[in-house]
């Protein structure tokens, strides 16, 4: 039976449920909102290693290895890992998946890899190719700061669109519907995003630049399942921040679907406080992924929501295009979480 | 010595000119790098067309001590070598003016960077 | 189609447009001038003591202020507070030549990991580099139009 739906959907018939997940977080998002959600904190976010970069590899293949350990695992159950971060050639990903030696997908789509990790993970899962799937997203400040803005020392300011990058890695452990040991969380669809580019040329304005992925991926997947907002107890998209966020509600509205801050959370709105005065909030990678298999999945489990549309958004810029003169496109892929029951 | 209003001069213009840099930062969203780079050549421009030796001798420090005097610098030394020597002066003259902050610049930045480490920023 | 595409694009950037978060530029700026104000009154203070106390010609005073200043101002980087200054000073704090020392600093320690060489030596001028291309481009420009003239 054809299990594609619509013009970009997916619908999964041996739903992949999540087993167990893991985040690990820098200090600056320890002292955040969702503090006491997070598995681990580092008090330093150079992790007794010489560099950020090694730093950053170190929380990947932990990550992995302590949402194994929850799910009460050995990492050679692991079918296939998924993942990728932010720095060229997603090095963190690769060299955590040397050292853990699984089979080993890299993937790339900004900070929209969570979403994507999950999505070709419950495709595996869904497909029989695989029994148990890490996926996987990591960024960490410093690295992303120094590959795609300035050296840290440099006495500069931000602009107040910029957003800051979550240091942290999320991993969830997925498995197939019947395993029992399972938390009783599915992934049921999936819409696979188109890349959406309006011309934002301002790197430091993420949100703007990602608003408008966000938007076709929510209207294409609401038409494609032929579901309405009212079926979702919460819209979740990765890191729009403040300023982005307010622009999705705007074009989505104009596109018919009345989406609002009752029915939105952004994950780089929540996950630093107020007095932290990080300008318009979160981004990167790590903060979907983080937030999901901290918080999120927490509420989901404990049947505050549901039912929710998963959808990190991720800008897909580079030092050279932006350089070269070049606009940013974005990019947003979804997936339906539903917690549900194993029939 | 300098008086009082000296110090006041160089205090005035000298944060009037980062104001102007502020202005150029916040309104048009330029980035520090470019920033720099049209200071000093607007220093060597202004310097050239003879408009900023007046601003030096009222400011002193306040006109020096900022990006366009180091174009100020730069132009005055090669106006000089371009007089005193002709064409090898106008080569030679603005990289001896400023030599000495170039030296400093390369030496001090490089001893910095072997000995600290670089923090984040919290 | 491709018309309305590049419509849907300007009214799309309109809306950002409308909707960005404003700076606060004017007490920016005068956080920018107290800064720089402050460091150029600094300069003045150390060109006086070259002056006046180690008896030094006036151009002779202003290289030693340029260096001190430089000094002063990679110290400061090394030991991680001139990225302080800047969040506070925003302008203030790059425009002066201490703004200079500090984009020579921040990349090569950023750096130091990937080695003395290609780490460090490579990444002195990543952002400062620019500077000096100009600057010293334009002086020679200056310098022959200067022969021209006399000629």
Redesign the interface.
């Known amino acids: 039976m054809n299990r594609k739906i619509g013009k970009q959907s997916l619908i999964f018939e041996n739903k992949p449920q999540f087993l167990s997940s893991a985040a690990i977080v820098g200090d600056?998002e320890g002292k955040g909102n969702l503090a006491e959600h997070f598995d681990l904190i580092l008090d330093d976010?150079?992790w007794g290693e010489d560099s950020?970069e090694k730093s950053e590899r170190k929380m990947f293949e932990n990550a992995v290895k302590l949402a194994v350990q929850k799910a009460k695992l050995e990492i050679s159950d692991i079918d296939c890992l998924l993942g990728g971060d932010l720095l060229n050639q997603i090095i963190s990903a690769n060299f955590a998946a040397r050292s853990l030696e699984v089979p080993f997908l890299g993937l790339y789509s900004a900070c929209s890899t969570m979403s994507e990790s999950l999505l070709v993970g419950s495709m595996l899962i869904d497909g029989g190719y695989a029994n148990k799937v890490a996926c996987t997203a990591s960024s960490h400040?410093?690295t992303a700061?120094r590959q795609f803005r300035?050296?840290?020392?440099?006495g500069?300011?931000s602009?107040p669109t910029a957003q800051r990058t979550v240091t942290g890695t999320g991993c969830s452990i997925l498995t197939n519907k019947d395993d029992e040991n399972g938390m009783n969380v599915f992934i049921t669809s999936a819409t696979i995003g188109k890349v959406v580019d309006m011309g934002i040329a301002?790197a430091?304005n993420m949100g703007a630049a990602m608003a408008p992925a966000a938007m076709d991926t929510i209207v294409t997947h609401l038409d494609d399942t032929k579901t309405t907002l009212d079926d979702y107890d919460l819209v979740v998209t990765g890191d729009l921040g403040f300023h982005g966020s307010d622009l999705l509600y705007e074009i989505c509205s104009e596109h018919g679907v009345p989406l609002s801050e009752k029915k939105h959370i952004d994950c780089g709105k929540i996950i630093f406080k107020a007095e932290q005065k990080f300008g318009c909030g979160a981004s990167g990678c790590g903060c979907a992924a983080t937030v999901l298999n901290s918080y999120l999945l927490k509420q989901i489990k404990a049947g505050v929501y549901r039912k929710i549309l998963f959808m990190a958004t991720g800008a897909l810029l580079s030092t050279v295009s932006g350089m070269q003169g070049d606009t940013i496109p974005g990019i947003a892929h979804a997936v339906v979480i539903e917690r549900g029951s194993r029939q | 010595?300098?008086s009082f209003t000296?110090?006041l001069w160089?205090?005035?213009?000298?944060?009037?000119?980062?104001?102007?840099?502020?202005?150029?930062?916040?309104?048009t969203?330029l980035?520090?790098?470019r920033?720099?780079?049209l200071?000093?050549?607007s220093?060597?421009?202004l310097?050239?067309l003879g408009l900023y030796e007046p601003l030096v001798e009222f400011?002193?420090?306040?006109a020096?001590?900022?990006?366009t005097?180091?174009?100020y610098?730069?132009?005055k030394?090669?106006?000089k070598?371009?007089?005193e020597d002709?064409?090898l002066?106008?080569?030679t003259?603005?990289?001896t003016?400023?030599a000495?902050?170039?030296a400093?610049?390369?030496l001090?930045?490089?001893?910095?960077?072997?000995?600290?480490?670089?923090?984040?920023?919290? | 189609m491709n018309d309305l595409r590049k419509e849907e694009q300007r009214r799309y950037q309109n809306k950002v447009n409308e909707r960005m978060p404003k700076?606060e530029?004017a007490l920016?700026?005068v956080k920018?001038?107290?800064?720089?104000?402050?460091?150029?009154?600094i300069?003045?203070?150390?060109?006086?003591c070259a002056?006046?106390h180690m008896g030094l010609d006036k151009?002779m005073a202003?290289?030693?202020?340029?260096?001190v200043?430089?000094?002063i101002a990679?110290?400061l980087?090394?030991?991680?507070i001139y990225?302080k200054i800047g969040r506070f000073a925003?302008?203030?704090s790059?425009?002066?030549?201490?703004?200079?020392?500090n984009?020579?600093?921040?990349p090569?320690?950023?750096?130091?990991v990937e080695g003395?060489v290609m780490g460090?030596?490579a990444n002195?001028f990543t952002?400062?580099g620019?500077?000096?291309v100009?600057?010293?481009s334009?002086?020679?420009i200056?310098?022959?139009?200067?022969?021209l003239i006399?000629a």
């Open positions: 600056v976010d150079r950020w400040f410093s700061e300035l050296p840290l020392e440099m500069s300011q602009t301002d430091n | 010595m300098s000296d110090y160089a205090f005035v213009i000298g944060g009037a000119i980062c104001v102007i840099g502020q202005l150029l930062i916040s309104l969203n980035t520090p790098s920033i720099l780079v200071f000093v050549t220093g060597v421009i310097t050239a400011a002193g420090a306040g020096k001590v900022p990006l005097g180091f174009g610098s730069l132009a030394g090669a106006i070598g371009a007089m002709g064409v002066g106008a080569f003259g603005g990289i003016a400023t000495g902050g170039v400093a610049a390369i001090f930045g490089y001893l910095n960077a072997v000995i600290f480490k670089p923090k984040t920023k919290k | 700076s530029t920016q700026c920018a001038f107290c800064v720089g104000g402050l460091i150029c009154v300069g003045q203070f150390l060109n006086d002056i006046v151009d202003s290289t030693f202020t340029c260096i200043l430089i000094f990679a110290t980087t090394g030991l991680g990225d925003g302008a203030g790059v425009v002066p030549i201490t703004g200079f020392a984009s020579i600093v921040a090569a320690m950023e750096h130091r003395y460090i030596g002195l952002i400062a620019p500077v000096l100009y600057g010293i334009a002086s020679v200056c310098g022959l139009i200067t022969c006399i």
